[in-house]
């Protein structure tokens, strides 16, 4: 008589490094776990990257990135094309959570150690900090379940696996620019929502809301809703100048919060001296319109028939001269915005 046992889906098994489990299986995330899974699972084949990106459905980028941490976090090597371990000794060696520590030499070493990478809050020196190497960046995530957890919103905000630049530049406004990690996701999620989810623009709005000392969420929400008055304010301009719609600059946003929320300029009043720059100078000239403005809110003529009042005074006044110029040109030339462009 014969007989068989039959393990099932256990007929068929590969090993899995201890390490990925007790080390990575908080930080690792779901695609760096997927590309190390699939070529444990394929160890001694011949593969390319993009046998992974198709077998996992993932772009070839992400796949690169994932296999990046494994050889950055010394899980792997990689030698002429081949993958291989890397000797226990020469894997790093992350800090690791203890339900209680002896008291020791020992521990007393590794209390000193865990206190000396320990973030320190601070403004940012005139010349860029060097970004934090992947080593530290572990050690933070580590430590730091809100680190940890920045990443990985960071990465369900972007809808991506971000890659290790982009997270020690996040790592970097947290630790040298002292915004709290609920800021930062909460800028992030303005920056994706107005299409400017790229790093170099956040880094950028983090350090001015770091000297604005915007440190809580309460603060947050005020300047979110700040920029989105600003941004509607300058979209309602764009209507108004008959501009297609386009995502305003920094200078049209500066200028339309400005007009609209600042001075309560009115659409009428918008349009006098957006009609007026075109029959003065024939074509749209942001800046002169700007000069226009600048000169009516300041003279107080603050409403339509205040403007229309003014034109006609002028007009009389140029008309007994002998000429018509309907406005003082050369006192707008002379203005410094009449030099500045639009989307500076």
Known sequence: MEYQLNLGAWNSVFAVPSAIVDRHIKLAGAAQLKVILWMLRHAGENFEVEDIAKALSMHEADVRDSMQYWIETGVIREHNNTFTPSPLEDEPVLPQETEKEETSVESAAQTETKAAIKPVLRKRPLSRPEKPDYKYLCERMNQDASVA???????????????????????????????????????????????????????????????????????????????????????????????????????????????????????????????????????????????????????????????????????KKSAAKGYEPTYDIAEYESTSVIDEEWDD
């Open 149 to 315: 957890f920045l990443m990985q919103s960071a990465d369900e905000i972007f809808g991506r696996m971000i890659g290790n630049n982009e997270k020690a530049v996040l790592l970097m406004i947290h630790e040298y620019d002292g915004l709290p990690v609920e800021v930062v996701i909460m800028l992030l999620q303005y920056a994706v929502s107005i299409g400017k989810g790229n790093m170099r623009y956040i880094e950028k709005m983090a350090i001015s809301w770091s000297d604005e000392e915007i440190l809580t969420l309460e603060a947050a929400e005020k300047k979110i809703k700040k920029l989105n008055e600003s941004r509607l304010a300058a979209k309602r301009v764009q209507r108004i100048f008959g501009q297609d719609e386009h995502s305003p600059t920094e200078r049209e946003t500066e200028l339309a919060d400005r007009w609209i929320n600042q001075w309560h300029l009115s659409d009428e009043v918008l349009r006098a001296a957006y009609e007026a720059c075109v029959d003065t100078k024939g074509k749209f000239i942001p800046s002169y319109i700007a000069g226009i403005l600048d000169q009516w809110f300041h003279s107080g003529t603050r409403d339509i028939s205040q403007v229309r009042n003014a034109r006609k005074e002028k007009k």
